[in-house]
């Protein structure tokens, strides 16, 4: 069995196009993606609770999804939780979640 200590799979739809840039030698794209649970609560009623995620790929991954992945595309992901901690100029610590995704698949019909 491959290692789950950090592990994360998805399938969701991207909310935004993916923003491609150069990061030294290597490309890197990040965007979000929307994953929904549908659930009935105590009185019966169908509620819809959708989670948004960040998104970060490397290499010839940020190639790929800057190519071919559009706002409202539906893929599916895998790759490690990274969590990161950053201070603003105002000196304000900021906590950001991401995935860091190691394989990609693109689902559902072609896009024109």
Known sequence: MKSVRNSVQLIGRLGKDPEVKNVGKSQRATFS?????????AKGEKVED?????VVMWGKLAEIAGQYLKK????????????RVYET?????????????ND?????????
């Open 33 to 41: 993606i929307a994953t929904t649970d549908n659930y009935k609560n």
């Open 50 to 54: 959708t989670q948004w995620h960040n």
């Open 72 to 83: 409202g595309a539906e893929v599916a992901v895998e790759g490690k939780l990274v969590h």
């Open 89 to 101: 100029d105002k000196g304000e610590k900021r906590f950001f979640t991401e995935i860091n995704v």
């Open 104 to 112: 990609l698949a693109m689902l559902g019909s072609k896009q024109k």
